[in-house]
């Protein structure tokens, strides 16, 4: 019941809950982007949805214009941006279109799709998410098959308002520690393309970490 229908139902209420103490965030936010890094203030990417469709991704932009590696289009303003997660307010507005859920896996550039394996590809599912499994795990200090292993366990098992609250709350605890705003060594996350090789295998799922998939789980 909550997968057909309720999941839906508590994302459209939660977002336009959320949108309420969100936006005074969300302006200030804008402006100070405007004021650091000029127009454009959002940033749009296609990423791939739910059964493979494409959306337009909305954040708030946190890199310089320009070409060049993200460590070098970096300010402190967009690295804070980004720990803070404030930069990804924007994407309460793709939940609200049904593109996107407030828990699920994050969404990935289509150009990845073809990098999944077989499991990993059950991912897409579910609607992708402003938080998951993977982030409440540890963001993007995560190795990228430990993080599609998590997203696949997320999308294979059984969905419940229960668990759902319980990573709502897990991805806070880890956001507000600051925990896996970029990967080692990098401003952002290295690309999957730069890093999955040819019939490379998911990692399995830590026992601590399936204990905190399966909370919640009727």
């Not at 460590?71 to 720990?83: E, I, P, S």
């Not at 830590?206 to 399966?214: C, D, K, Q, S, Y």
Request: hydrophobic fraction near 45%; include cysteine.
């Amino acid at each position: 019941m909550y997968e057909r229908c309720g999941k839906r139902a508590c994302d459209i209420l939660g977002a336009a809950v959320l949108l309420i103490p969100a936006a005074p965030l969300l302006v200030l936010a804008a402006l100070g982007v405007l004021a650091v890094l000029g127009r454009p203030v959002l940033f749009r990417q296609v990423r791939t949805g739910r059964d493979g469709r494409p959306f337009v991704l909305l954040k708030l932009r946190s890199l310089r214009e320009g070409a060049g590696e993200d460590a070098a289009r970096m300010t402190r303003f967009g690295r804070a941006l980004r720990a803070s997660a404030l930069d990804e307010l924007p994407q309460l507005l793709n939940v609200l279109r049904g593109e996107m859920s407030l828990v699920g896996p994050r969404p990935l550039p289509p150009d990845y799709d073809a990098l999944y394996t077989p499991a990993e590809a059950a991912r897409l599912r579910v609607r992708p998410g402003l938080c998951g499994l993977a982030q409440a795990a540890g963001r993007n200090a995560l190795p990228w098959n430990t993080r599609l292993a998590l997203d696949a366990h997320y999308a294979r098992t059984r969905q419940s308002l229960g668990r759902d609250l319980g990573l709502i709350l897990l991805c806070a605890w880890v956001l507000l520690r600051g925990i896996g705003a970029s990967a080692p060594d990098c401003a952002t996350m290295r690309p999957l393309t730069a890093e999955r090789g040819p019939g490379a295998q998911p990692v399995q799922v830590a026992p601590r970490l399936r204990i905190v998939a399966e909370r919640g789980r009727d």
